[in-house]
């Protein structure tokens, strides 16, 4: 079964950058869809951005398009969100998900506050 580990969240000033990655455990991450989530308090977690397995196409969330980049190494076994301009509605957890032949597995996510 894949596990996957976000790292690289924080607290960083409106208008930064950060750089999430998720690693992936197991030989199969190559055949998985993979996506980031977030889920700020009180609110219900959301889609940010998607990638295929081979990295071909990808997907975001309206509100992040153009300032977000979701890239994957399958060498490496892991994903990216490279995450520009942040604002402080971009405040979340950030949560890594694989989508492959032996279902769906989420991460535990990473903390991103966005704040002067």
């Known amino acids: 079964q894949v596990q996957l580990v976000e790292s690289g969240g924080g607290l960083v000033q409106p208008g930064g950058s950060l750089r999430l990655s998720c690693v992936a455990s197991g030989s199969i991450f190559s055949t998985y869809v993979m996506a980031w989530y977030r889920q700020a308090p009180g609110k219900q977690r959301e889609l940010v951005s998607s990638i295929t397995s081979g990295g071909s196409t990808v997907n975001y969330k309206d509100s992040v398009k153009g300032r977000f980049t979701i890239s994957r190494d399958n060498a490496k076994n892991t994903v990216y969100l490279q995450m520009n301009s942040l604002k402080p509605e971009d405040t979340a957890v950030y949560y890594c998900?694989?989508?492959?032949?032996?279902?769906?597995?989420w991460g535990l996510g990473t903390q991103v506050t966005v704040s002067s």
């Open positions: 998900r694989g989508v492959g032949p032996n279902g769906v597995v």
